[in-house]
């Protein structure tokens, strides 16, 4: 079993769609989660960070953490074509923890979302 | 700022040639990574470095041999290697790899290689 689990998709929405993302882990050192988006051909671009249960909202954005499920996820309002891209779950541990100085990510999620 | 920059951008190499990646940043960081990504897959650590001191060596064959000259710099320098290594090379950096909150990671854009 992989420590980050991340359906793979492809998910495929039209523009103005609430898109959900979703990342499940088994390791419960992760304290600190964040997600990431890669277009094409780039280097992965940080949208969101947060280490506590509950929401975090930036702009179009929200994160959501729960711990006691080992369950984070990123919904996307009013999603447009710009922000067809994969998306990366990504979680680190606490110092002393096994996971210290590293973060594991999930597969990512292909999105597409059409005019 | 929160700029990563790599160069080259694009590499193609032959299995005897010895070539060097760079990584900089200028945003006082003092934890940089090396990660290597094929495609459709996520980022795989290689090294990390904290405090210009090597920290983390995931098991990375000899062929890759990390530099990191002063805390905004950081080389890759590549020697023999084989097909399999071609991949897209991410270089990131964050505040501290010692403090998990500081521990965010800003990547840059990669260096595409391609060994024939």
């Known amino acids: 079993q992989k420590e980050v689990e991340q359906d793979p998709g492809p998910l495929s929405v039209p523009e103005g769609a609430i898109v959900s993302l979703n990342c499940t882990y088994s390791?419960?050192?992760?304290?600190?989660f964040m997600w990431y988006r890669q277009y094409s051909r780039k280097g992965p671009e940080l949208l969101m960070y947060t280490y506590s249960s509950g929401n975090k909202e930036d702009g179009r954005f929200t994160a959501q953490v729960d711990k006691s499920s080992k369950y984070i996820s990123l919904f996307i309002r009013d999603s447009q074509p710009s922000d067809s891209a994969t998306y990366l779950c990504a979680m680190s541990g606490h110092a002393g923890g096994t996971s210290y100085g590293k973060l594991t990510f999930g597969q990512g999620t292909i999105l597409t979302v059409h005019p | 700022d929160t700029e990563v920059t790599q160069t080259p951008k694009h590499l193609v190499m032959g299995m005897t040639n010895k070539k060097s990646l760079k990584c900089e940043q200028h945003m006082g960081h003092r934890a940089m990574y090396w990660y290597k990504q094929k495609a459709k897959k996520p980022p795989e650590l290689m090294f990390v470095y904290s405090y210009e001191k090597l920290s983390i060596n995931e098991s990375v064959p000899s062929r890759f041999s990390p530099e990191c000259p002063n805390s905004s710099l950081l080389n890759l320098h590549l020697h023999a290697l084989q097909p399999e290594d071609s991949a897209l090379y991410l270089c990131?950096?964050?505040?501290?790899?010692?403090?998990?909150?500081?521990?965010?990671?800003?990547f840059g854009p990669g260096t595409r290689l391609l060994v024939l």
């Open positions: 990131a950096s964050s505040q501290d790899s010692a403090s998990a909150e500081l521990r965010t990671q800003y």
């Open positions: 390791n419960s050192a992760f304290q600190y």
